[in-house]
T-cell receptor
Framework: AQSVTQPDIHITVSEGASLELRCNYS??????LFWYVQSPGQGLQLLLK??????LVQGIKGFEAEFKRSQSSFNLRKPSVHWSDAAEYFC?????????????FGTGTQLKVEL | EPEVTQTPSHQVTQMGQEVILRCVPI?????FYWYRQILGQKVEFLVS????????KSEIFDDQFSVERPDGSNFTLKIRSTKLEDSAMYFC???????????FGPGTRLLVL
């Protein structure tokens, strides 16, 4: 069965500093990978996705992620964090088998930004 | 920009009562989903729905749960007899095609007393 691990529960960075959020997945086939962000009291907003092709994908709000098959990782990065980036970030892997279509999420990383 | 909407935003109910959570997916989307997030835990898949039938469901989605697309726009999740452990945020999502991005609604916060 597929799974996603986000090893960092909480991360604190200073505004303007760079950010990397880690994500490791387990999936038997070519993965479909996603990063979502959830602000307090809000739903899940898609930041970016990887389906195939270029392993470095660009998303909204200046985020990017790199798919590394050899490491089963899909880490999220941003070169300069803004205070408004404080939120919870979820990595997810999509599985599309047997006519089903579901996302398996990691436990999330809570990002705090210090001014 | 089209978005998924959900009503109500909050619902409080007594244990054993039935609740219906409503969602309006993005209009041209064909695949619909429900997920839930218990406070402090990760988002969990409940069910996917396509062509008026369930295409996949998790072990959480037992006989107490049902889904329906009663008309061309709404997608509902019914919990027949709520339990305390059903308290969670319930998210609806939709996607245009099978292997496509799922877009999430803002969620319904359900509290079972």
């Amino acid at each position: 069965a597929q799974s996603v691990t986000q090893p960092d529960i909480h991360i604190t960075v200073s505004e303007g500093a760079s950010l990397e959020l880690r994500c490791n997945y387990s999936y038997g086939a070519t993965p479909y990978l996603f990063w979502y962000v959830q602000s307090p009291g809000q739903g899940l907003q898609l930041l970016l996705k990887y389906f195939s092709g270029d392993t470095l994908v660009q998303g909204i709000k200046g985020f990017e992620a790199e798919f590394k098959r050899s490491q089963s990782s899909f880490n999220l990065r941003k070169p300069s964090v803004h205070w408004s980036d404080a939120a919870e970030y979820f990595c997810a892997v999509g599985s599309f088998t047997g006519g089903g279509n579901k996302l398996t999420f990691g436990t999330g990383t809570q990002l705090k930004v210090e001014l | 920009e089209p978005e998924v909407t959900q009503t109500p935003s909050h619902q409080v109910t007594q244990m054993g009562q039935e609740v219906i959570l409503r969602c309006v997916p993005i209009s041209n989307h064909l695949y619909f989903y429900w997920y839930r997030q218990i406070l402090g835990q990760k988002v969990e898949f409940l069910v996917s729905f396509y062509n008026n039938e369930i295409s996949e469901k998790s072990e959480i989605f037992d006989d107490q749960f049902s889904v329906e697309r009663p008309d061309g726009s709404n997608f509902t999740l019914k919990i027949r007899s709520t339990k305390l452990e059903d308290s969670a945020m319930y998210f609806c999502a939709s996607s245009e095609f099978f292997r496509e991005t799922q877009y999430f609604g803002p969620g319904t916060r359900l509290l079972v007393l």
